[in-house]
């Protein structure tokens, strides 16, 4: 079936490298993609989205791309904290208002010192 | 400040116990959702809420009843809990518009034992 997926269930990096996570979306039909940020015992949490129409998205640290012509979708992270050691999730959002957000199955972001 | 709370934070029970899960936005958002996420940290769609209606009711056992009292609030009726029931529980809320980001919140740990 279709479905978002993600290429590694976990990272590692060390703290002031860039960190990439990536994910793999099946339906060309999808318009709007999010990326959230979950730690832990916390609810997801937005960090950037990026409509079809577009390749790249930047927000301070981070940056989004969507390549249509692969479904690849991947959230750049600038100088990598240890704050940002979480589980992170793509999701996709097709058609109509209301619609659930399918999510992928998560990537495990740890930044040691 | 709170934009999506939810009440409680944990609950532990019984099998065969009914139990209400409470959320509630201050974001002013007309469509609300429910959120299932087991213990691999898959996010998965229960139900969907525009301004009081149902618009969205995945395969969900019927033992679970979702109600809207206002568009503010969407709460979460289970009966006969499960072994199976356990999880994490996150409401969610948007607005009623293509492509617009869900806000979560910190979820509901339910523990059936």
């Known amino acids: ?6 290429h590694l269930p976990t990272l590692s990096v060390q703290e002031g490298d860039n960190s990439i996570i990536n994910c793999a979306y099946s339906n060309s039909a999808s318009d709007y993609f999010i990326w959230y940020k979950q730690e832990s015992g916390k609810g997801p949490q937005f960090i950037i989205d990026i409509r079809s129409n577009m390749d790249k998205r930047q927000g301070q640290r981070v940056t989004v791309l969507l390549n249509k012509t692969v479904k690849h979708l991947s959230l750049q992270i600038a100088a990598t904290q240890p704050g940002d050691s979480a589980v992170y999730f793509c999701a996709e959002n097709r058609g109509q208002a209301g619609t659930a957000l399918i999510f992928g199955k998560g990537t495990t972001l740890s930044v040691s010192s | 400040d709170t934009a999506v709370s939810q ?9 065969g116990n009914d139990k209400s899960i409470k959320c509630e936005q201050n974001l002013g958002h007309d469509t609300m959702y429910w959120y299932k996420q087991d213990s691999k940290k898959f996010l998965k769609i229960m139900f969907s809420y525009n301004n009081k209606e ?9 033992r679970f009843s979702p109600k809207s009292p206002d568009k503010a609030h969407l709460n979460l009726h289970i009966n006969s809990l499960e072994l199976g029931d356990s999880a994490v529980y996150f409401c969610a809320s948007s607005k009623y518009r293509q492509g617009e980001t869900q806000y979560f919140g910190p979820g509901t740990r339910l523990l059936v034992l």
């Open chain 1, 1 to 6: 079936g279709e479905s978002v997926g993600l």
């Open chain 2, 54 to 62: 149902l618009i969205i009711n995945e395969t969900v056992p019927n």
């Open chain 2, 7 to 15: 009440t409680p934070k944990y609950l532990v029970t019984q099998m």
